[in-house]
């Protein structure tokens, strides 16, 4: 069977369709009218489309009276392929395939309700070509549905797995094989050259999509009514009291061209008086929060940081681990924490891989709009923090969509919530990619300062329906409220707002030259900015254009000149490079380096001089780049001689002692690392590089590894970091990880994740790990919450518990065999046993 390709699976929408949605529904119409008019459809009309959005409309009522029933998901999947959906179509067959599972384990929640389901039907029509019983050609069907919306909808890497799974269930199906051939032609398109579909890691997954307004979606207010513009005004009054919401013509925006003329009405924001220069414009609080680090110290419903001497900060009573930063805080969150309180939903979606921050807070936001919806019991989309949000405005797909955050995880949410997903079409894909549209654009995120990732977002419904200008008469400031203030000096117009005059807000680093500018913003805008500022500039830049070469070579050698000033360099270190040689140890070349850490203390910086006598520096670098053959010269060096502020306990050469009971080893010791053989290999740990395991050589005779970890150093140690997974990469059957020495400093963020993370990638591996005095560096822990408690005191945080958890589990899906969910808890639950907590006694009576 042949499959249509397509990368942009939304049709058009416009505002105009949701009034028409709005008016639908008219009372006095016959039985198929009705129908019609519920699914969006005008009663009058007989087209294709239509007839398959009444389909829809009659499978949906089913639904609602058989939720269990895989059949209606896949004959549905089917009618949303048909209207152009392919996105919804794969979350309907995912459904069909979770209950498909039901129906064929008899211990599953759902077992009795999705097997009497089948029992309906005899054969029916979407199950026709497939073999087995019935719950497995609902698998059937659904992997083939799967893999072909998926595919369609340009979801590759998720396209693969699917089909991968049904070649496996069904090795003949012809469909499949179709499926096959289409996505080996999509990929190779897309990526440019033949691959393996199968091979991990080599399709991509995300796509991008346009926001629509479904046909069915009665929940899209007619924002330019009278009623709205009331119901806007009455709320924005409290904390914008010279304001007030009003239709407002802005310019249609393109991305990467300057159209000039097109107009269109949106929302934006007026002042109903006049403003004086410096006072305040809104002040407006939000629930509506999301914080993507596991162990962060910010208010779990403002995402303000906490205060350090935890001054009136408050602790949920039930589940000791959600702060909150005040006790105003603490009540606001009645609304949606009751809902994931101890369920441990709100752990999903943290501590990203950095490429998914931007992803891992969207995904966050839709939890806390789910959670405010199940504990209002309000349907998500009439949740007030998102009911008149727009979302993206543009005709073309700019929204990224990915089976895992728009499918997966989201129902994985739900049920962690204790949501029963098939008794709840509220929570219908459709709603979840309605909810998503709405937060890109005006969701705004704080960076983390110490690594430049996003980390915090929010979304300020009233603050996000003021406009954008590059002049822009108010500024922002987030810091648990977003207030809005008048601008005191303003870059041509006149500092305050006149009444009648629009509150012209910013979306981009208003300091930045046009080009750069009309980038930045053109996500949130959805095209480049032609406000009055952006023009006249453009223009500038034009006449300019002639002499730009010359210009931007200075500029740039201006700006070299100015960073390397402001590196002052550590006294030298000098570092032997020491080659092993037909199994001996041959010193090879010596250098000078100096080694600095850079302010934000997120990159090393290394400087290599040939001779101690030259004072020029040939190399500078990040860390988080390739690795530089300046990286490579330090991890090569067995001898070196650290004489810098930041590592003086490196000093000292390194040791080998010989067929000893246990081997201590530690940066202090001498000559080339090896365990030689010995049981028992203690690694002593003082925050400083993590090279002295680099080329650690393990014997097979070495059954465990103890690594003595403190904090030696400093609290803040990108050492640490790199410590920490480098100690993971060490194959013993025993690790124990031991904290007794550390001094109680604060561990920061970072040095958390990399602990977690080196945790479960040891348990994953099927290494036993024991955690000595681990309550010590727990309680250190920037946002450890728990109170100080006994340094022996020998269980495991909870808080710790379950980030080990989340990472092992983690883990587990990312592996080139993911198993599925459920296989995934159980494993989860098992690898855990692994984990043993002691004191540094036990320990000592153990050894
Ligand atoms: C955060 S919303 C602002 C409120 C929005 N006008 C509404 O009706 O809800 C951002 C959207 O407003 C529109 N917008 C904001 N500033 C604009 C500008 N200067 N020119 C054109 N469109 C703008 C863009 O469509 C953008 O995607």
Redesign the pocket.
């Known amino acids: 069977m042949a499959v249509e390709v397509s990368s942009a699976p939304y049709s058009i929408s416009n505002e105009s369709k949701s009034k028409h949605d709005a008016k639908s529904g008219s009372d006095g119409l016959g039985p198929l009218a009705s129908v019609k008019a519920k699914a969006g459809v005008d009663p009058s009309s007989d087209s294709a489309s239509d007839t398959a959005l009444v389909q829809r409309a009659e499978i949906t009522a089913g639904l609602a009276d058989s939720a269990y029933d895989l059949v209606a998901y896949l004959e549905r999947a089917h009618v949303h392929l048909a209207l152009g959906y392919p996105d919804l179509a794969a979350g309907d067959a995912y459904r069909a395939l979770l209950l498909a599972d039901e129906a064929r384990n008899e211990g599953f929640e759902y077992h009795d309700e999705a097997a009497e389901a089948l029992t309906r039907y005899d054969v029916p029509q979407v199950l026709e070509g497939l073999e087995g019983d019935s719950a497995e050609r609902g698998a059937g069907a659904a992997y083939r549905l799967l893999a072909r919306s998926l595919l369609q909808a340009g979801c590759l890497s998720s396209a693969a797995k699917f089909l991968k799974r049904g070649l496996d269930a069904s090795p003949n199906d012809t469909e499949l094989a179709a499926t096959r051939q289409a996505l080996e032609a999509a990929a190779s398109k897309r990526i440019g050259h033949s691959v393996d579909i199968f091979a991990p890691g080599t399709l991509p997954e995300t796509t991008l999509v346009r926001r629509e307004v479904y046909p069915w979606n009665t929940h899209e207010p007619d924002?330019f009514s009278e009623e709205s513009l009331t119901e806007l005004n009455t709320t924005l009054r409290r904390f914008a009291p010279k304001c007030a919401v009003q239709v407002?013509v802005?310019?249609?925006?393109l991305d990467g061209v300057a159209l000039e003329g097109a107009t269109?009405s949106?929302?934006?924001v007026f002042a109903v008086e006049d403003i004086a220069p410096g006072e305040k414009v809104l002040e407006e609080y939000s629930l509506l929060t999301a914080n993507n680090r596991m162990k962060d110290s910010v208010c779990d419903a403002c995402s303000s940081e906490l205060p350090r001497d935890r001054d009136g900060v408050v602790m949920c009573d039930e589940c000791y681990d959600t702060v909150f930063c005040s006790a105003h805080c603490a009540e606001q969150a009645e609304r949606y924490h009751p809902a994931v309180c101890g369920t441990g939903s709100d752990e999903i979606g943290k501590d990203p891989a950095p490429h998914e921050a931007d992803e891992s807070l969207h995904l966050l936001l839709l939890a806390r709009v789910l959670a405010l919806a199940s504990q209002g019991e309000i349907h998500p989309l009439d949740v007030p923090e998102v009911k008149?949000?727009?979302g993206?405005?543009?005709p073309h797909p700019t929204l990224p969509w990915s089976f895992e955050y728009n499918v997966e995880t989201p129902l994985h949410i739900l049920e962690t919530m204790d949501v029963d997903i098939y008794a709840h079409p509220e929570y219908d894909l459709w709603v979840l990619n309605t909810l998503y549209a709405k937060f890109r654009?005006?969701a705004s995120a704080r960076k983390n300062p110490l690594d430049g990732k996003p980390d915090v977002a929010a979304v300020h419904p009233y603050w996000?329906?003021?406009?954008?200008?590059c002049d822009p008469n108010v500024s922002w400031d987030w810091a648990g409220t977003i207030v809005l203030r008048a601008r005191e000096e303003r870059i041509a117009g006149v500092p305050g707002v006149k009444k009648g005059q629009e509150i012209l807000n910013h979306?981009c680093d208003i300091r930045l030259p046009v080009s750069e500018r009309r980038e930045w913003a053109s996500g949130?805008?959805?095209?480049w900015?032609?406000?009055a500022r952006c023009k006249r500039e453009a223009k500038e830049e034009e006449w300019a254009s002639e002499d730009e070469g010359a210009e931007l070579g200075s500029v740039l050698e201006d700006e070299a000149k100015r960073r390397l000033a402001k590196a002052v360099p550590t006294p030298a270190v000098k570092v032997a490079v020491v080659e092993r040689h037909e199994g001996r140890h041959q010193m090879t070349s010596s250098a000078h380096v100096v080694v600095r850490q850079s302010e934000d203390w997120t990159r090393v910086l290394v400087a290599s001089k040939q001779s101690a006598a030259s004072d020029q520096w040939t190399l500078a670098f990040s860390i988080d780049q390739a690795e530089p053959a300046g990286l490579t010269l330090l991890r090569n060096a067995h001898l070196i001689e650290l004489e810098g502020r930041l590592e003086p306990a490196n000093a000292e050469r390194i040791e080998t002692i010989s067929n000893p009971r246990i081997v201590r080893i530690n940066n202090r010791s001498r000559g080339p690392r090896s365990s030689l053989g010995a049981p028992t290999l203690v690694v002593a740990w003082h925050t400083s590089s993590s090279f002295v395991l680099q080329d650690l050589h393990i014997s097979p005779d070495t059954k465990r590894l103890i690594a003595e970890i403190s904090d030696f150093g400093g609290p803040i140690s990108p050492a640490n970091r790199r410590f920490l997974p480098a100690l993971a990469s060490i194959d013993v059957p025993d690790v124990v990880l031991d904290f007794s020495q550390w001094e109680c400093a604060v561990v920061d963020p970072f040095v958390a994740n990399a602990l977690y993370s080196t945790i479960a990638s040891l348990l994953v591996r099927g290494t036993h790990v024991t955690l000595v005095d681990f309550n010590l560096v727990f309680s250190c822990m920037a946002d450890a919450t728990v109170p100080m408690r006994p340094a022996r005191y020998t269980a495991l945080p909870r808080r710790a518990e379950d980030a080990i958890k989340y990472r092992v589990r983690n883990t587990l899906r990312a592996g080139p065999e993911c198993p599925d969910a459920r296989a995934v808890e159980v494993n989860v639950r098992q690898l855990l046993t692994h984990l043993t907590v002691l004191s540094a006694d036990e320990l000592r009576s153990k050894l």
């Open positions: 924002r407002a802005l310019p249609v925006l269109c949106q929302l934006g008149y949000i727009w993206d405005f543009t654009g005006t996000c329906l003021a406009n954008h200008d979306y949130p805008l959805g095209g900015c032609m406000c």
